[in-house]
């Protein structure tokens, strides 16, 4: 069995401008998988943060009611297409009822997805996913950026299909994954060795030894308390981890 904790937190830099927090994140568990997934909203787009919680609840759907077939496609660029499109009408159905643009509901994605033994994994834009094999924490998806860090892809992009990244695999020894908007990397992910930090490793195994319910409270005041104080920018953090609790 799998579980999953969630946690978002509003940056400095939002709180003083008055902008509400664009990170969003959501997990759903249906059909016997476990799909998680996490958006950070395009600060230059007006209404990122309904794009963000759009896509966010859109993609956990669309992994657990198309687990089995996605994973067992020998083509995975016509399932990439298939995501995108799915992606984007459901943008278009927001963005007509907010009666704006669909560039303005623009954000990045990430998920992850889990099933008897199998994941697979979708990433658009930066952020990254990591995961702990046996007692190695490793990146599954580093992040996409552009010449500068501050420049990245969104589900709304032109070129998005060229960037969106979809993995899937056997989880063996893997036992737990990790999603991090850009605002949580730039304390929990070293862009220059591209790894990610112990703490990382901590948090899972804390994860794995306690409920749900005690585990996001700290998670957040954890947030807050040190990654709020090395970056202005949103925070969301998703662990995704085998139940050790019997």
Known sequence: MWKAAQATVQGRGHALADIPCQDKTHILEASEVLATALADGAGSAAHSELGAECVTRAICQLLTSNFDRYFES?????????????????????????????????????????????????????????????????????????EFINETTFVTSIDAIAHLRLRKGSLENISAFVLMSDGTAAGF????????????????????????DEVETPLVENIQETLCKVTTDDCSLILMVEDNIK
């Open 74 to 146: 020998d083509d995975a660029a016509v399932v990439a297409v298939e995501i995108l499109d799915e992606l984007r009408q459901e943008l278009s159905n927001v963005a007509s009822e907010m009666n704006c643009e669909v560039r303005a509901l623009a954000s990045t994605l990430l998920a992850v997805a889990v099933k008897g033994g199998r994941f697979i994994a979708v990433h658009l834009g930066d952020g990254v996913i990591g995961y702990l094999d046996g007692d190695e924490l490793n990146v599954l998806s580093h992040p996409d950026n552009g």
């Open 189 to 212: 992910y070293q862009r220059r060795t591209k790894t990610l930090s112990s703490v990382i490793k901590r948090l899972i195994h804390a994860t794995k030894l306690m409920a749900i």
